[in-house]
């Protein structure tokens, strides 16, 4: 969740929750890790995917979450988030790996290569924006990070397709 939507915090929060509503959490189900993430060297994990097998409580430490605010910096962030996906964390070797990117696509960092790697590396990238009439989501850093063209969320519209893909991914051990 990027440190620079700060006066969005409440919508990216509220879609967070409401995606993992959707989710079988378990140790043997889907498992969710959060990163928050600023400017540079502003990038912690809240929580890791070995340590919230309970949806409730999953949902109400959601809503505790401070944002840190500041710049944005995804590519730091997504090498940060990547370390989630080890073993020693809770990763899983045949479980899917999914990553939700919440941002509005202005990184002051480039995370093109970072992405274009996530991807021969199977990790499925979808970028997650919320409509703002103020400043538009920066679309084309958007498809950069995302798997592909279909894998940009922006508006809560098609944040129901997102939720949808999430919950039928294979949650395999």
Same mark, same amino acid.
């Given at each position: 969740?990027?440190?620079?939507?700060?006066?969005?915090?409440?919508?990216?929060?509220?879609?967070a929750s409401d995606l993992v509503r959707q989710l079988d959490i378990g140790v043997y189900s889907a498992q969710v890790a959060l990163v928050r993430y600023s400017g540079k060297g502003r990038t912690d994990t809240v929580f890791r995917l070995k340590n919230r097998h309970n949806q409730t409580s999953l949902i109400n430490e959601? &809503?505790?979450? *401070?944002?840190?605010?500041?710049?944005?910096r995804t590519k730091e962030a997504m090498l940060h988030a990547k370390r989630e996906f080890e073993k020693k964390f809770g990763?899983?070797?045949?479980?899917?790996?999914?990553?939700?990117?919440?941002?509005?696509?202005?990184s002051q960092d480039d995370p093109s290569d970072i992405a274009a790697d996530f991807r021969k590396e199977k990790i499925h990238i979808y970028a997650v924006a919320v409509e703002d009439e103020e400043l538009k989501p920066n679309e084309e850093q958007l498809k950069?990070?995302? &798997?592909?063209? *279909?894998?940009?969320?922006?508006g809560t519209a098609q944040f129901t397709n997102l939720k949808q893909k999430v919950a039928q991914a294979r949650c395999r051990q």
């Open positions: 969740m990027s440190g620079g939507a700060v006066d969005k915090r409440e919508k990216y929060l509220a879609l959601l &809503s505790q979450i *401070q944002a840190l605010g500041g710049t944005t990763g899983r070797e045949k479980a899917d790996k999914i990553m939700i990117v919440f941002t509005d696509g202005y950069v990070i995302a &798997s592909d063209p *279909q894998s940009v969320v922006i």
